[in-house]
């Protein structure tokens, strides 16, 4: 029960912005959208959450389309070590499981 | 000074044989869980324990038994271990809150178990 789709992979240049996107048509009013990233051969890492408004921390800025069906992750100064699978998931609010899918694969090239 | 660890960080081991994974979190988290990582890289929730409580419990084998001495543990013991059992167990621990924090886990760096 795929609530969300991402393409399969991307790439960017070392120090340009990586903008990754995805999409959840589906999503209904108390769900948020999480992204979580999963460098190889690590534990999954919290990136950045958001429900409506557009967020930002010092890793990521997350931008939330008006309708939310769907949402861009950038990085904005992508450098080789951002190389990871990015997973964008969306869990309503309180005491749920974080199920994830297939993510994006975003490889930062020199 | 590791927030969510795991031991041990490999383990072979032979098919039948029962083993255990343990996990430990020092950040004051009142929920644990463990996930699965298949071959194929596919992440899956297995339990989720919210202090000391079982709260989500997918559909896992029997052979599969998660214990939580304390909110601060959740050990997962295996017996009977298959071939199919072989894969990356990842232990995570998070605060439940009421504005949508429950969705930020913090995560081991994994266990990864081999069945011969």
């Known amino acids: 029960d795929a609530k969300t789709t991402q393409p399969p992979s991307m790439d960017c240049a070392e120090g340009r912005a990586a903008n990754l996107p995805c999409n959840h048509s589906t999503i209904s009013g108390n769900e948020y959208v999480y992204w979580y990233r999963q460098i190889h051969s690590q534990g999954p890492q919290y990136i950045i959450h958001?429900?409506?408004n557009n967020e930002t921390n010092e890793m990521a800025s997350l931008i939330i389309t008006e309708d939310r069906k769907s949402s861009t992750l950038i990085l904005p100064h992508a450098t080789l070590r951002d190389t990871a699978v990015y997973y964008c998931i969306v869990i309503p609010g309180a005491n749920s499981k974080l199920t994830f899918g297939k993510g994006i694969t975003l490889s930062v090239r020199p | 000074d590791t927030a969510v660890s795991q031991t041990p960080k490999y383990l072979v081991t032979q098919m039948g044989n029962d083993k255990s994974i343990k996990c430990e979190q020092n950040l004051g988290h009142d929920t644990m869980y463990w996930y699965k990582q298949d071959s194929k890289k596919f992440l899956k929730i297995m339990f989720s324990?919210?202090?000391?409580?079982?709260?989500i419990n997918e559909t896992v084998p029997n052979r599969f038994s998660p214990k939580s001495p304390d909110k601060a543990h959740l050990n997962l013991h295996i017996n009977s271990l298959e071939l199919g059992d072989s894969a990356v167990y990842f232990c995570?621990?998070?605060?439940?809150?009421?504005?949508?924090?429950?969705?930020?886990?913090?995560f081991g760096e994994g266990s990864r178990l081999t069945v011969l």
């Open positions: 958001g429900l409506k």
């Open positions: 324990y919210n202090n000391k409580e079982l709260i």
């Open positions: 995570a621990s998070s605060q439940y809150t009421d504005r949508g924090k429950t969705g930020e886990l913090f």
